[in-house]
Structure formats: structure tokens, C-alpha cells
């Protein structure tokens, strides 16, 4: 199978392609740019928000499916500039949605958590009603909507609180920050199901596979605060010399109104009895482990 990565140098894009490469696919790495300092394997220059440089992209690899990971994921920067959260992750989603429609192109389309308002306090099922509290979260609704509306083989896949080795995350923030710190405040009415990259990456690959399109909810197994992540990292990374204290989210200077529950039930893949995510402790120590190995 030949699958093109949008994103691939990201966080999750880079645990992404090394999963489908160990499923045996044949896959082409696409981004419109890479962190600096980071080391990455060959990969080609696609700006999802320009329809000529995606089109030329795709129709010259002409892959049988397109893991579209590319987005505009600063939650904040967002909120602050709005039309840019929309060009990224609402165009460039069309853009990319349009060609796979238009040549029969399996699309996998990561989206977040962010698309519920939080209010029902119960875990989200795929077929509750969306209600985004911001513009990342209404942007990356508009891009589920163009997905479903221009391409029939499509997954729209929803995850949260991502996590891996590859990029900037919360857990790879709390263990820096204990580094020079003895105390860290820590958001405690906020309450998610954190994912590891890897994990994800590895449904991703499975449901490429299926002929079951539409979607999905990925995360890691349970649920907690930010809080309970903190203290759970630090305890897993053996620091003993920093206190995490629970802080309300109201106290937290952000621009951005966030849902206070967005755990994500496995519902569809309940249905189909492939709902084994590992629980996320289980995850967080995994990436503990690799983390220490970078």
C-alpha cells in the first residue's frame, strides 16, 4: 500500500510513517517544512494550504491512501489569529480532501477533542453533538465536514492530549521544567485521556485498512486532570524534587475557553471489537522509556 503523510515531520507524523513502514507500506513523507536541528529522513515539500502544490504531490505519487497529520495546532496562536487556524486546518483539509475525492484516495484526517463543548460529563461517543468552544476546535470541525463531504473513503479520526518523543509535549514540558523548578501549578478541573503518538500511529495504520470509513475516537485507555499527569510523569521520570500543586483552569492565563471533560469513548471501534488502546499510564511509561533513549 502506498500512503503519503501529510505533516510528516511533526510530532505524530514521524511515529505515523514509521508505522506504516512496519506494516510493509511504501510511504511518501510530505511537510512544508522541519524544525530545525531535527533529523529526519528524505522527505518533499507540500503546502497543503496551496491546492497546485497538493494536487502536483499526490498526482505525481499517486498513493493508494493520505494520512493528512498537517495542522495548526498552537491552541492559543488560534485563538489569536483565527483566519489562520482556518487556513491551515479548514483549507488545507479541503485541499486535500478535494484531491482524494477526485481520484479515489483513501483520507485518514486527524482531528481533536476540541470539536465538544465539554458539558455532557460522560464520555464522548463519535455520534454525539459536536459543539467546538474555539477557533481550533471550530477549524478542525470545518475540516471533518469537508473530509466527509468531498471524500467518500474517508476516516475522520479524533484523539487528545497527544504526547510523543518527537516534538513539544506536556509530559516532556513537566520533566523540563522539574529540572530548574521545585514547584509547578497545574490545571486540576480539566479532565482528558492522554495519547501517546505511537499508540495512535498504530490504529491509524490498522484503519487504513478497513473498508469501515467514517469515525473514530482514538485515545489511550482512561482518563484524568492535567494534574494527575504531571504528578504521574514526574513519579514515572523518578523526580523527587519538585511539588505539583492543583490550580483552577480560570487561574490559568489563557486566551482560550477549553471543554472541562472531553474524554473520548472507543465507540466505533467497540462495535467492532478492536478496542484495545493500552491505558495511559501504561503509554506514559512507554514514552518515558524512549525518551530516555533519545
Known sequence: MRVLVTGANG??????????????????????????????PPWEPMNITDMQSVASVVLKHQPDAIVHSAAY?????????PDLAYRINALGTWNVAAVCGAHNIIMA???????FDGT???????????????????SKLAGEKVTAQL???HFIIRTSWLFGVHGKSFPGTMINLAKTRSELNIVCDQTGSPTHTV??????????TSPLYGTYHVTNSGHCTWFDLAKRTLEL????????????????PSPTVRP?????????LELQGKDNLAPWEVALEHYITLRGTE
Open 120 to 138: 455532557k460529563n460522560a464520555p464522548y461517543t463519535e455520534f454525539d453533538t459536536v459543539n467546538p468552544l474555539s477557533p481550533y476546535g471550530a
Open 109 to 115: 484526517y486527524i482531528s481533536t477533542d476540541f470539536v
Open 199 to 208: 499508540d495512535l500511529a498504530n490504529t491509524v495504520t490498522h484503519l487504513i
Open 260 to 268: 472541562t471533560y472531553s474524554v473520548l469513548r472507543h465507540f466505533s
Open 11 to 40: 510530532m505524530l507524523g514521524i511515529d505515523l510513517c514509521a508505522a506504516l513502514e512496519a506494516a510493509g507500506c511504501h510511504v511518501i513523507r510530505t511537510d512544508v517544512g522541519v524544525r530545525e536541528g531535527a533529523v529526519v
Open 73 to 81: 495546532t498552537d491552541v492559543d496562536g488560534c485563538t489569536r489569529d
Open 237 to 252: 521520570a523518578g523526580v523527587t524534587t519538585t511539588e505539583v500543586k492543583p490550580i483552577p483552569a480560570s487561574t490559568w
Open 151 to 153: 471524500c467518500r473513503k
